[in-house]
């Protein structure tokens, strides 16, 4: 009887233990509730919170990213810029070049002469030489109406103003300094006076003889008006860039029924050669 008794009373303090641990683990969990009920609000305001914080920050190294790109791009764009202008002054030097070695290279074909007739005089043995004189362009085609000199002798002087210029001219191609520049004055005989040769170009006048097809620049006309004044101030003729201004005279023993070249060479000076029949030039 007192073994059932003390088995009775455990069992009723196991019930009770058990009925404390439900109670104990109800109040939790209806804390628990409570308290989620109580904070859920702030719980979500933290949440969002946190949510946008993470936004502005990826949004942030989005905009950091486009920037750097930006300026990436800028910089590349500038570089291209700068490369376009480079390339584009090459090709401007790579022209003048290329302009500067062809004017180099270059004799300009700016007279034709032609021995019309040749008589020797029985008295005194001297030669008269009829000659035809047309300037020409530089391939060949007469720039005007041949003009036609008695001449006294058998030896032919062409007598002419030259300009040469500063080899820097030539180099970057100046349109009016690129290559020597020629007047012709006078023709004359052998046993002749120059002064008393057949005038050419008058001193003011328009030129033919530069293979320019006649077109002559106001800086041009300017060294042909002053050409003397220029010759003998070399200040001023620094100042236009010029290196030599002079007059020369060509001259060559001609025969009858020869057809001869006048060539204005690049490096300056004029020559005079016989031309061949394949270099006879074309009629006007």
Known sequence: MSRMMENVATVNSLVRTFLAVVLVGAAGLGGWKAYQTYYAADLERQSQIEALTAAREELA???????????????????????????????QKIDQLDTSLRLLKVDHRIANLTIDDQTTDPATGKIATTVSFVEVNDEGYPMGEPRQFQLEGDVVYIDHWVVKFDDKYVEEADLDRSTSIVLFRRIFGEYQEPSQGFTIDEVGSRPLAYGRGGQMSDFERQIWSDFWNIANNPVRAKELGIRAAHG?????????????????????????????????????
């Open 61 to 91: 190294a989005r905009d950091k990213t486009i920037r750097e790109k930006e300026e990436l791009l800028t910089a590349k764009t500038a570089e291209i810029a700068e490369l376009n202008v480079t390339i584009e002054e090459q090709d």
């Open 248 to 284: 020369e005279a060509v001259s060559i023993k001609t025969e009858k029924g020869r057809r001869y070249q006048v060539q204005l060479r690049a490096s300056g000076g004029l020559s005079i050669t016989p031309l061949t029949e394949s270099a006879t030039p074309p009629s006007a």
